[in-house]
């Protein structure tokens, strides 16, 4: 597509369910990158992937938290048991590849969990 | 580790007043230094950025950072305020020398332009 796409835009869920947020990049780009950003903390950078492999899950906040890209295209990032915490704009970058190219953001999946 | 620090969540200026949004960096190595806008309810967008080149860097609509090493410092100007400006920035360091992606990022500076 023309840009990095993201589904859904607005998530309502009840605490204790699992979510799935979709991130669908830029044809092309070999990056992908997941950011958390919440109110007051700016963005937290949460996991990339090189193609289909990622590197350092370091940045994922719990093993609550899982993400996977298949094809080298469409990464699913994956909540379970869903806490208030987790309330936040999910937002999904791509790039050409990790050592080059702008970021090139999608418009963030807003996940509200009551 | 690389780190970045936005200093002032908050900045109000007149239309047609200098910007100035301030950052400051930590990096283990020779750092790459971005600046992001993101306008209401939509993604970040790249305004400028610095990859060891010139250290006076002009990004989009009018806006322009110099890198100063001595002073750590990234620090984002803009001669004249416009009210289309008014939007949250975010300054970013990269993680990987060499790189453009795998960003940390400061907690943003909001923008507000008075009429």
């Known amino acids: 597509g023309a840009g990095v796409s993201q589904s859904p835009s607005n998530k309502v869920t009840e605490k204790g369910k699992d979510v799935e947020l979709r991130c669908d990049p830029i044809?092309?780009?070999?990056?992908l990158y997941w950011y958390r950003q919440s109110l007051g903390q700016g963005l937290e950078f949460l996991i990339y992937?090189?193609?289909?492999?990622?590197?350092?899950k370091s940045g994922l906040p719990s093993d609550r938290f899982s993400a996977e890209r298949t094809g080298g295209s469409v990464s699913t990032l994956t909540i379970q048991r869903t806490q208030q915490e987790d309330s936040a704009v999910y937002l999904c970058?791509?790039?050409?590849?990790?050592?080059?190219?702008?970021?090139?953001f999608g418009e963030g999946s807003r996940l509200t969990v009551l | 580790a690389q780190s970045v620090t936005q200093l002032g969540s908050h900045v109000s200026v007149s239309e047609g007043a200098l910007v100035l949004l301030r950052c400051n960096y930590s990096s283990s190595v020779p750092p790459y230094l971005f600046w992001y806008v993101q306008y209401p309810n939509q993604g970040l967008q790249l305004l400028l950025k610095?990859?060891?080149?010139?250290?006076l860097v002009k990004g989009i609509n009018g806006f322009e950072a110099e890198f100063k090493k001595s002073e750590t410092s990234f620090h984002l100007t803009k001669p004249s305020a416009h009210m289309s400006d008014a939007a949250e920035y975010f300054c970013a360091v990269s993680q990987i020398r060499g790189s453009q992606g795998n960003l940390i990022f400061g907690k943003g500076t909001k923008l507000s332009v008075k009429p």
């Open positions: 970058a791509s790039s050409v590849h990790i050592r080059g190219g702008e970021l090139f």
């Open positions: 044809s092309g780009h070999t990056a």
């Open positions: 610095y990859t060891s080149a010139a250290t």
């Open positions: 992937f090189q193609g289909n492999s990622a590197p350092d």
